[in-house]
């Protein structure tokens, strides 16, 4: 099982990034699957996650309204639309997929991970 996450980079404050995670066919047609992300000497936080259809999802309330989630089955590839970017937004983002259902929200709960992207928001 393969993920392999791209998109990030620096960008101002108020700007927009999209975040895509690739994924083998088995993946993304089985799990359930989401992002998280680890800023420096914190904890690795769902930001969003989406089911294995695409017909539900969960975000965390720090980035409600501002990023969306969604999935191609066709191309394989989640994406995270990342708007309205802060400082506080900073961290290396981390795609996941999870063999558990509901859209669990702990990183103990997911089975598999890309090697992570670095977001930088400056001020």
């Known amino acids: 099982v393969q993920l392999q996450a791209s998109g990030g980079g620096l960008v101002q404050a108020g700007g927009s990034l999209r975040l895509s995670c690739a994924a083998s066919?088995?993946?993304?047609?089985?799990?359930?699957m989401g992002w998280f992300r680890q800023a420096p000497g914190k904890e690795r936080d769902i930001v969003a996650g989406i089911s294995w259809r695409g017909g539900s999802t969960h975000y965390a309330d720090f980035v409600k309204g501002r990023f969306t989630i969604s999935r191609d089955s066709a191309k394989n590839i989640m994406y995270l639309q990342m708007n309205s970017l802060n400082p506080e937004d900073t961290a290396v983002y981390y795609c996941?997929?999870?063999?558990?259902?509901?859209?669990?929200?702990?990183?103990?709960?997911?089975?598999?991970w890309g090697q992570g992207t670095l977001v930088t928001v400056s001020s």
């Open positions: 066919r088995r993946t993304f047609s089985s799990y359930d």
């Open positions: 996941a997929a999870s063999t558990r259902l509901g859209i669990p929200t702990t990183p103990s709960s997911y089975n598999y």
